[in-house]
């Protein structure tokens, strides 16, 4: 039964065991339960190539970055609060700055709209 993964140590350990112990490639995967012998080859090639970073696993699609995340998040801060204003003058912006985002998304709606009537109409 091979064992499914190995971590960078591990593989290193492996590779050290193997040129100190002077066994074979075969016998070294068996008691590793490494399931093929050349993949012990290509650990002990990466790692004489590149050492303890040629060792790290590659494959796959590589992770998303926070900041694409962030583009799309909504923003938190209204523009022209400061924390030095009462209570009342920040709720007054507040509320100016969403009156003005709800307009832009009617207007947007609207066209939206507008532009989905006109494909209809040959």
Do not use: C
Not at 27 to 43: A, F
Not at 73 to 79: A, L, R, S
Not at 96 to 104: H, M, P, Q, V
């Amino acid at each position: 039964m091979a064992k499914k993964s190995f971590t960078k140590e591990e593989k290193v350990q492996i590779i050290q065991e193997y040129q100190a112990s002077g066994l074979s490639l075969a016998d070294t995967s068996v008691k590793h339960r490494i399931s093929n012998p050349s993949v012990l080859l290509q650990w002990n090639k990466k790692f004489q190539r590149n050492g303890f970073a040629g060792l790290a696993d590659n494959r796959g699609r590589p992770r998303k970055s926070d900041t694409i995340n962030n583009k799309m998040t909504k923003k938190t801060t209204i523009p022209g609060i400061n924390p030095a204003m009462n209570e009342v003058e920040k709720l007054r912006i507040e509320v100016e700055y969403l009156r003005a985002e709800n307009d832009y998304l009617k207007k947007l709606e609207a066209l939206a709209q507008s532009k989905q009537a006109k494909k209809k109409k040959p």
